[in-house]
């Protein structure tokens, strides 16, 4: 399941138009992640983020659509679709925010994570470094209806294309 919503994420990004300015960006996190109540549960998160251009404004900030797709080393994987917002900041900081319904896949059915749709919402703070690419640091909450949810913490890289 994993691989497929990798290879998703890869096809999306042949079907987005040829950049003449930053069309999207791909971006690759990796961290760790804490569960409500049993933090053995925890553990190293990897995260494929792709967004496709600005389909509009929210203020100053730019929203465009995302895929995302994130694998925890329990066996724990999510893929969603939703929109992200960035917020340009002087001196090359930015901020970031998204949300993203999606599908859940609990590696450990007694940690009491519900399987199915759960939505995942971030928020960054990150600069750029140049050349179409910035560092972020994120904080990332997926949950559904159950109240048992999963945090995690990310270190990104973003390169715009």
């Given at each position: 399941?994993?691989?497929?919503?990798?290879?998703?994420?890869?096809?999306?990004?042949?079907?987005?138009?040829?950049?003449?300015?930053?069309?999207?960006?791909?971006?690759?996190?990796?961290?760790?992640?804490?569960?409500?109540?049993?933090?053995?549960?925890g553990?190293?998160?990897?995260?494929?983020?792709?967004?496709?251009?600005?389909?509009?404004?929210?203020?100053?900030?730019?929203?465009?659509?995302?895929?995302?797709?994130?694998?925890?080393?329990?066996g724990?994987?999510?893929?969603?679709?939703?929109?992200?917002?960035?917020?340009?900041?002087?001196?090359?900081?930015?901020?970031?925010?998204?949300?993203?319904?999606?599908?859940?896949?609990?590696?450990?059915?007694?940690?009491?994570?519900?399987?199915?749709?759960?939505?995942r919402?971030?928020?960054?703070?990150?600069?750029?470094?140049g050349?179409?690419?910035?560092?972020?640091?994120?904080?990332?909450?997926?949950s559904?209806?159950?109240?048992?949810?999963?945090?995690?913490?990310?270190?990104?890289w973003?390169?715009?294309?």
């Amino acid at each position: 399941m994993v691989l497929r919503a990798f290879a998703v994420i890869a096809a999306a990004a042949l079907l987005l138009p040829a950049p003449h300015a930053q069309a999207g960006e791909v971006i690759v996190g990796a961290g760790h992640s804490f569960h409500r109540g049993d933090p053995s549960d925890g553990g190293m998160v990897v995260s494929l983020e792709l967004r496709g251009p600005v389909v509009g404004q929210l203020g100053q900030g730019r929203i465009m659509p995302m895929m995302v797709a994130d694998v925890h080393r329990l066996g724990d994987s999510f893929f969603g679709m939703g929109v992200a917002v960035r917020w340009d900041m002087e001196a090359g900081w930015f901020l970031d925010a998204g949300v993203a319904p999606g599908a859940y896949r609990d590696g450990m059915a007694a940690r009491g994570i519900a399987r199915g749709v759960q939505v995942r919402s971030h928020l960054s703070m990150g600069w750029d470094i140049g050349q179409r690419q910035a560092l972020s640091v994120a904080v990332v909450h997926t949950s559904g209806n159950s109240g048992a949810g999963m945090q995690t913490v990310l270190m990104r890289w973003h390169q715009g294309f």
